[in-house]
């Protein structure tokens, strides 16, 4: 069985966030990015393990494809003293900030939010990018600590920081090969 995502849901975390602004800059925006993530038909090759590992390594490939286009892939940390990198990085020449991407099926997106923060207060973050399940059951129905969409917003709002975060939501459904 393969796994199509049916919806890609978003929030930004800030009301005046501009992210298609940010994205355009890199030769994207908010409504490609969606449409390259649900044109993907995902394949799970390996039955003894977990689904959302490969989701996760074959998400990854797309949003490096995607970013591409207008940016380049970088491996930096999110500050000089952590040697803490995002699943992927994608900035522009000449320009410190980038854009650092998290796709989190594992119960540690906290820890993803707390890079962003840094990332910004250092000064090399310009938006952080996290990826989690809208409805974990879609995706591993007896993984049961994988973060999902509406927990995450919550913890964002509830923060209440300037920090830059487009969260996605993704949501989909398993097809027969």
């Known amino acids: 069985m393969n796994f199509r995502i049916s919806n890609v849901e978003h929030y930004s975390s800030q009301h005046d966030l501009n992210v298609d602004e940010i994205l355009k ?3 994207t925006s908010l409504v490609d990015m969606k449409k390259a993530i649900m044109d993907v038909v995902f394949v799970h090759h390996n039955l003894t393990k977990g689904f959302q590992i490969e989701l996760a390594n074959q998400l990854k490939s797309v949003i490096e494809r995607h970013f591409q286009v207008g940016g380049q892939l970088y491996s930096v940390s999110y500050s000089p003293a952590m040697r803490e990198h995002a699943d ?16 989190e099926f594992r119960p540690n997106y906290h820890k993803d939010i707390v890079k962003f ?3 910004y207060k ?3 973050l310009e938006l952080g ?3 989690v399940a809208i409805n974990r059951k879609a995706i ?3 993984y049961h600590t ?4 509406h927990k995450c917003v ?6 209440q920081s300037d920090c830059p975060i487009l969260v996605l939501g993704i949501d989909g459904r398993w097809i027969p090969t």
């Open 129 to 131: 990018l996290l990826i």
């Open 140 to 142: 591993n129905k007896s």
């Open 146 to 149: 994988m973060p999902e969409y």
């Open 154 to 159: 919550q913890t964002i709002r509830e923060l």
């Open 117 to 119: 923060l840094i990332g």
């Open 122 to 124: 250092k000064r090399t």
């Open 88 to 103: 992927v990085t994608v900035g522009r020449k000449g320009h410190e900030r980038k854009i650092f991407i998290e796709i």
């Open 25 to 27: 800059t890199y030769g």
